[in-house]
């Protein structure tokens, strides 16, 4: 079972979660096995041994090879079985393999046609090899569909409410806001204007409680990918603009659970690892206990329906993720024509 | 999805268990948001903002409003969207309201037309009223299809043995018994003579030892509306009636679960609160580990099935469950049937 | 619902976990609750009263009957019912009944046609029942189907990599393997020369680091019995041949879960507890931290799905385990025959 697009790069791990000993992780509806070889190289595979269908990832690497722990079926990273201590090694034994590329401190994979995975360009986020802007990271596994964590992010109207106090304020819902489609890319922008931050914000970016211009900056690429840019500008001359910069990415794992990576920077303030752990505690707070349990709830609401199936009421701060979501669905809909037999 | 009977008294709640702050019950597969508003009227909608579909539930009382905690949508009691942080209010984010009462410490829910709510009294419980009854007050959530549950109560023949020692003696297989049904009300009437009672009952009804008459009588009014009365006259002239009244109110939640409401109250004995606790105690301790365990594994034997469609052996006891669970199917089949549109 | 063969024996139960107090267990699907009644006659009922279909398995035993804990119904040893507090005692309120008996410290049961079980012997288990080779137990429920686990003990292979250091060692792939049907019976021969056992072996079998010759055989019956023989011959003359026996009883539970009973004895060393307690702790190891979740991630692999319908790879090494799957399909054939209706 294949869940949703498999052309498309998705994120399968941040670079720390795969070494030597496999890592499972499903994506798609496939359990895939990740893992470094001996020399160092990333590989991935289809997570099930082709004799008694056990996942890979209970055996060991021993070499370039990932060994099966139950029978002794060793493979190589292209998939193909290069030892069998029960019998022939033979072409019948291969499994799938899967492109995967590590970036940005991510581990990128490509479920579909390696070919067109050599075509297609991994959108950029050097913002997080940018040390200087002291990346954190954290990575949520959700019981939702990922299109419903997408959402969230390109409808930042919610912050005002679910995370009021923290990261948003009643000012809000008086942002001026837009959305942009180019090619496959959609920007939803939206700016702030006259706005006393929340305490922690204030903190955060160091307006010392004066009035401020805020600008929300979200970039969406397929499946679901996004930098989300936040510039605060403080009112007076002696102010310099202040830049944080999260990219979230999030994962299918099944057809309602996702993964889910982010990674928090910031352009301004001092070298401060304190500041640095307050900054991400204050991002996955939000994260964990306001966003996954509303997401969640949502997902335990919808049941196994899709939501625009059940009819929402949709608003102009909803535009961004239509739109994302008729790409999305555009994308399905080649991607199904493009695997049917030719008549 | 709509569980069992819709023009039907439910108990949604112990009075106490809703507040400002909106609380989440599931009655008849529908999630209901209970809440009182600022000036303290009670109100009851769907629990699931027509936006999002998230539970409104995990939002908050703003004044008479209940407000999404995801994008601040805000509803009156009646269901009426009247604030839209996001775009215009409109009728059509009108969300589904449910009329509700307050009453004998309980909140009481209509799921279906409110203009036959009217037309339909709440049977009558003002025994919890009468505070010199000493109510005591227990909910319990069960895995169980709630006539499972009416179904223990109205053949107290169990009581010989699956409160063998606490609330039953091998007398009661000896009682008089019968059956009554009045309109949609059935009476279940059980006499046992020269009974004497078990340690836990000689001191709750202080018996002293002595050989009673005791009668236990139960009046059942659909959905699952339960008073018993037991009743208990001892030997000798000196010894008044002892009467207990305990009122069981069983809601479906799911097609296979139920919530179970109960209050105990009793006409004699002292002003004792330690003699409440043990009185609550010995109750509760019987529903808890002797009832519950008892209908839940009986549920998962069933599985999906209807106790009935399976063929049970049915004896003289089950008489008066029998006859409620045919006004219960009577009621259903009217009720799908003026749901139907005329041809 | 019955999972799988009806007329084959099953192990039930230990001799041990069988009491007065009844004890209920899934077998095939069905639920049975087994008992010891007053004179200590062992039985086996359908644990499921025909009047609310509750548990018997929740009641208790009475002299010779098991009495319902819900309403008092009692019945005998074959299904009868001998007394109904609440009503009649008639023949339509009689239960199934299994044909069980108790041999090697276990009991047995037959869930099919009492006649044939008449006619179909338990397999010779006999080494159980000397104690001079210090029987070792066990239980371990496992999340597989039972074929799964049988598949792992026929095709010992495994046991160089999944049980790498303890029971295993890189000769095992070198080894002279046949396999030889009988009948219903299917036996496993592996003969290893010249190996140098692990610590754990070298210590169990006292060859003092020196190489042996390992055999082992394993014996299959239907459905899942087995009986492994490991004979340990060291080289040099003074050295006498080491024997282990290993009982292995799989019975299906559903259709993805199983019980496994195992059974490990010796026929040399000396007469020492500790020594007894290190062997069975060395096995339970072996299979509860290496069989059974290799074995469970399998199953979760499989999902719904027979192993042979998703095409394996099938090597020598799995002829034994694919010769008794064909025993049992071609069983599993004569028995839906024969439960046809004649036309």
Known sequence: MSVDLKNVWYVAAMSGEVAEKPFSRTICGTPVALYRSASGALAAVHDRCPHRFVPLSMGSVKGEALVCGYHGLAFAADGACVENPQGAVTKSLTIRSFTVQERYGLIWIWMGDADLAALTPIPDFSLIDDAALRPQWGYIHSKAHFELMTDNILDLSHIEFLHAGTLGTEKIRDAKTASVVEGRTVFSHRTVDDEILTPFLDRSFETGGRPV????????????????????????????????????????????????????TRRYGPDDPERDRLFRAGLENAFLTEDKPMIEAQQRSLGSAELLDLGPALF????????????????????AAASRPAS
């Open 213 to 264: 211009t805020r600008t929300l900056s979200v970039r969406w690429d397929p499946p679901g990918l996004m930098l989300l840019t936040v510039a605060v500008n403080p009112a007076g001359p002696e102010q310099a603009l202040r830049e944080t910069y999260n990219m979230h990415f999030m994962t299918p794992e099944t057809a309602t659970t996702a993964h889910y990576f982010w990674v928090g």
């Open 316 to 335: 102009k701060g909803d535009a961004a993720a239509i739109q994302a979501r008729r790409i999305l669905d555009e994308m399905r809909r080649a991607e």
